[in-house]
Nanobody, 117 residues
């Protein structure tokens, strides 16, 4: 059974930083591209960042230059370092990966990030 467990959310002032973590189990982690999504109140879920099995990262335009995605295959964990946080970054952040064999996307439970003064 695939499990994705996020941690690291919280409340921060504008300009602050947070690091999110997502621990994966039930998959051969090194074989999977990993994604971070977010969903703000009243908005659709959006892709924030992706890291491939080879370590190549891609970002939404809204977070480029501020967020960094990374992975530690030895720890089966993917990270999202968020710097220069803005109120518009307030959302529930989800870790996710596509399970091709099951033709389904696995999701974590989400972690709330609130950016407010």
């Amino acid at each position: 059974q695939v499990q994705l467990v996020e941690s690291g959310g919280g409340s921060v002032q504008p300009g602050g930083s947070l690091r999110l973590s997502c621990a994966a189990s039930g998959i051969a982690f090194y074989n999977y591209d990993m994604d971070w999504y977010r969903q703000a109140p009243g908005k659709e879920r959006e892709l924030v960042a992706t890291i491939t099995t080879g370590g190549r990262a891609n970002y939404a335009d809204s977070v480029k230059g501020r967020f960094t995605i990374s992975r530690d295959n030895a720890r089966n964990t993917v990270y999202l370092q968020m710097n220069g946080l803005k109120p518009d970054d307030t959302a529930v952040y989800y870790c996710s990966t596509f399970i091709a064999l099951r033709r389904t996307r696995a999701w974590g439970q989400g972690t709330l990030v609130t950016v407010s003064s």
